[in-house]
């Protein structure tokens, strides 16, 4: 059937819309074709472009969209916390301010391990030290001296050769606490520093129980590292000249391994120290943990107990007491003593200084048990006569520390010699035997002056 023109002329005129891309009819195949023209999107592009430039340059939005990222870029800046490249040539770029509030941030990130290096200008904040053995006759005279420099003390100590006399004059000082506890069981306590002085240090208590000596040194001090590492304090062992035995090195130097029996009666507090200090040297290395070791020689001075066996101790309690002097073997052996005031100056420089050690501690004045008799007469009783005796198992024969390492490394030296400092401990002891007390129970207020 032929169709009319003008019905074809409509057919042609349907086609030619779907050709254009209207949408509808029947012609998809054409589809694809119904695309806008590239030339008009890149017209509206370059119309939004050159409108946000328009916005951005009016009224100084650049200057201030630029002044913003700056400061932004600072304040980054200034709050970067410390690291080893702050230190560095880059750091040169920085602005004197961010460099002030870098070494702010070093300062509080080690604050619990302040030293003596505060910044000019800033009060050394007072830190929480528990002493182990703080009621004892050396850890007393530490408290003292921590108390006074404006430190808060917790004493830990189980009384057996503590006294309660001798810390009983912070009593009522709310920078002061003491609890009745033995090492050799666990303890949590939120602290900065750690003395460890806890353990019998004179052969009569040491001997009385040997075991419990041992376990204390050994036990004891692996709780106290324990707790150091937990709440990172940095930890202070105090050891003794007796690792070095019966030296076979005069005068003993750190570097000098001992010669020591490992099986007497004294090496439950000789092997027990060593092995103590084995202990913190592992937990330095192994663990990271910030520790120092001293080796403590001879120490007199008020707060001694009067009958602990101890040579000083001895002579001076036997010749106020009118009794003979008491010297065992020949009296030819040698011993060096420190009075009690240069020790506790020994053991907080080592604590607040940068050295894990050992370092000895000790006055390298030698005398010989007769030359130390002499002194102790000369002070009390020109007529106290002097009684020999046999000589007790593994006494050591001679002993005197070289202090080089302290000297140059700590900048310590002992100040006290033995004709200034005995007098001091004479008048506390005369206190304590004539004064009708017992040694347990008597404080000595007058001995915590003398000796600060």
């Known amino acids: 059937m032929m169709m009319s023109s003008s019905s074809m002329a409509a057919a042609g005129s349907s086609s030619e819309l779907i050709y254009r891309g209207l949408p509808g009819g029947g012609a998809a195949g054409f589809s694809s074709a119904a695309k806008p023209p590239q030339s008009s999107t890149r017209s509206i592009s370059c119309k939004a472009a050159a409108r946000l430039l328009r916005y951005v340059a009016g009224e100084q939005r650049l200057l201030f969209a630029l002044l913003g990222m700056a400061l932004a870029s600072l304040v980054f800046l200034l709050l970067q916390p410390p690291s080893s490249s702050s230190y560095d040539s880059s750091s040169s770029t920085t602005t004197a301010a961010s460099s002030a509030v870098v070494g702010l941030a070093a300062v509080h990130h080690h604050h619990h391990h302040a030293t003596s290096r505060v910044p000019l200008g800033l009060k050394r904040r007072g830190l929480r030290v528990v002493v182990t053995g703080g009621a004892g006759f050396v850890g007393s005279h530490l408290v003292d001296r921590l108390l006074a420099r404006g430190d808060s003390v917790i004493v830990v100590d189980n009384l057996f050769t503590g006294r309660k006399a001798n ?31 806890a353990c019998p240090a004179s052969p009569v208590h040491y001997k009385h ?21 937990r709440v990172g304090a940095r930890f202070l062992l105090t050891s003794t000249s007796e690792v070095y035995g019966d030296p076979l ?25 060593r092995t103590a200090e084995t202990l913190a040297m592992d937990y330095h290395r192994g663990a990271n943990l910030e520790v120092r070791i001293a080796r403590i020689f001879n120490t007199y001075g008020p707060r001694m107990c009067i009958d602990d066996g101890r040579v000083v101790s001895n002579f001076v309690a036997q010749a106020l007491r009118k009794e003979p002097l008491t010297v065992y073997g020949d009296g030819k052996q040698t011993r060096s003593f420190q009075y009690v005031s240069d020790l506790v100056d020994g053991l907080m420089k080592l604590m607040e200084g940068e050295h894990v050690g050992p370092f000895n501690l000790g006055n390298p004045g030698e005398f010989t048990m007769l030359e130390l008799a002499k002194v102790v007469q000369d002070t009390i009783d020109p007529n106290a006569r002097i009684e020999f005796r046999p000589n007790t198992a593994d006494d050591p024969h001679k002993r005197k520390p070289d202090i080089t390492r302290a000297k140059d490394l700590l900048g310590w030296e002992p100040k006290v010699s033995l004709h200034k400092g005995l007098p001091l401990m004479v008048q506390d002891f005369r206190d304590r035997i004539f004064g009708g007390a017992d040694d347990h129970t008597t404080a000595t207020t007058k001995a915590a002056g003398d000796s600060n």
């Not at 303890?187 to 460890?196: G, N």
């Not at 129980?209 to 590492?229: C, D, Q, R, W, Y």
């Open 167 to 197: 810390v009983l004059h912070h009593l009522g000082n709310p920078a002061f606490e003491m609890i009745r506890h033995d090492v050799v069981e666990p303890i949590l306590l939120e602290v900065d520093q750690i003395y460890h002085l």
């Open 209 to 229: 129980n040997p075991v419990k000596t041992i376990k204390t040194n050994v036990v004891g001090t692996l709780n106290m590292l324990g707790l150091a590492k």
């Open 249 to 273: 090195q005069h005068p003993q130097t750190e570097a000098y391994w001992g010669n020591v029996n490992p099986i007497g009666v004294r090496s439950c507090y000789d092997e027990g120290k």
